[in-house]
């Protein structure tokens, strides 16, 4: 059975997503994972999308989510990947772990800053939640 994994931001619009796009690109064999934001932003930063499109990661159902939808969810793991989301995430009552790996949020740069972050959520990010999920 495939193990849950939810990466939190703050807005849910770049880092999140961009990490929920390359876990369920890449570790799709044992994990699933969703993305959300403690208070987000309703929509997906234009730049991420497009850098996700021309990698091939982009799906349809990716969307900007509130916290709200998915807090009685069962995840494996938590992640926060923003400095904000750590400090203000909620408890999760059906977590059983939660993480924090922060990044430095891309929105408002240069198009190099997103791929620059994409390789980071990849190299960083990914072997850590295998480690975690993927035994």
Not at 28 to 50: F, L, R
Not at 70 to 79: H, P, Q
Request: aromatic letters at 4%; one cysteine or more; hydrophobic letters at 35%.
């Amino acid at each position: 059975m495939k193990k849950n994994v939810l990466i939190l931001c703050t807005g849910n619009s770049c880092r999140s997503i961009m990490a929920e796009a390359l876990v369920n690109a890449k570790l799709s064999d044992c994990v699933e994972a969703q993305s959300s934001g403690v208070k987000a932003s309703g929509k997906v930063n234009p730049k991420a999308q497009a850098l996700l499109e021309k990698k091939g990661l982009w799906k349809e159902e990716y969307h900007s989510k509130l916290i709200d939808s998915v807090i009685n969810t069962s995840y494996d793991l938590v992640v926060t990947v923003c400095d904000n989301a750590k400090e203000t995430c909620p408890m999760f009552p059906k977590a059983v772990k939660t993480i924090h790996v922060g990044f430095e949020d891309p929105s408002g740069k240069e198009d190099a800053e997103y791929e620059k972050t994409l390789n980071l959520l990849e190299n960083d990010l990914l072997p850590i939640i295998k480690k975690e999920l993927c035994l």
